[in-house]
């Protein structure tokens, strides 16, 4: 149990053009999903809080208008990259709490997304 | 703010040896910290997690880790290493007291074991 995927898995873009990636717990409701950035050999870096029906809360030096989240059901979370440049590329990582969990709850991670521009 | 320091980047160990793969934490109050285990090309996955009580943790695949609140130390352990615990492990809290919902983590650290 406790699955979440993501989609796509890997995607290459042009710079100047908007990437969307889909987060998905496939066997439970998630009030709140989390959105990572992990950079070659780094840490995973928190990028934005995300609660099903409510705008997400972003961390200090993300910028909201940059990737916009939509956290539209129990089960889907998307992050869309708008006007990807070089810099963007990283890996991508959701992960998802289940409904009612505390914060003391594990959270369960998808397998990320690698995303190129180029 | 929290932090979390893996001073390794990567611990060798023969198969069927001890193993330990150390973390450090700080925070403001009290944390909520956990190990993840990271496979080539796939997400992470739950080893364990200290909220309260007993300071030493069972989790798994025979991982256990040992909160040190003196030391601000999540140590995880392994009495005796598998080939296939070959990974990358992240240690990762969270400030009991509240600000960012989401998790600090390590840098990581690769453990490789060696037949």
């Known amino acids: 149990g406790a699955v979440v995927s993501q989609h796509p898995s890997r995607v290459i873009c042009k710079s100047g053009t908007s990437v969307k990636i889909e987060c998905r717990s496939l066997?439970?409701?998630?009030?709140?999903m989390f959105w990572y950035r992990q950079f070659p050999k780094q840490s995973l870096m928190l990028m934005a809080t995300?609660?099903?029906?409510?705008?997400?809360?972003?961390e200090q030096g993300v910028e909201k208008d940059k990737f916009l989240i939509n956290h539209a059901s129990l089960t889907l979370s998307t992050l869309t990259v708008t006007s990807a440049h070089p810099e963007d590329s990283s890996f991508y990582i959701c992960?998802?709490?289940?409904?009612?969990?505390?914060?003391?709850?594990?959270?369960?991670f998808g397998p990320g997304t690698r995303l190129t521009v180029l | 703010a929290q932090s979390v320091a893996q001073p390794e980047d990567q611990v060798n160990v023969a198969e069927g040896n001890p193993l330990t793969v150390k973390c450090t934490y700080s925070?403001?109050?009290?944390?909520?910290l956990f190990w993840y285990v990271q496979y080539p090309n796939r997400g992470l996955q739950f080893l364990l997690k200290?909220?309260?009580?007993?300071?030493l943790v069972k989790g798994s695949y025979g991982f256990e880790a040992e909160f040190n609140k003196s030391q601000t130390s999540f140590h995880l352990k392994k009495p005796s290493a598998l080939v296939s615990d070959s990974a990358l492990y992240f240690c990762?809290?969270?400030?009991?007291?509240?600000?960012?919902?989401?998790?600090?983590f390590g840098k990581g650290t690769h453990l490789i074991i060696q037949p």
């Open positions: 992960s998802a709490r289940t409904s009612g969990g505390s914060s003391y709850n594990e959270q369960f």
């Open positions: 066997d439970f409701q998630a009030t709140t």
């Open positions: 995300s609660n099903e029906g409510s705008k997400a809360t972003y």
């Open positions: 925070v403001s109050g009290n944390p909520y």
């Open positions: 200290y909220i309260t009580g007993d300071n």
């Open positions: 990762a809290v969270r400030d009991r007291g509240g600000g960012a919902d989401g998790l600090t």
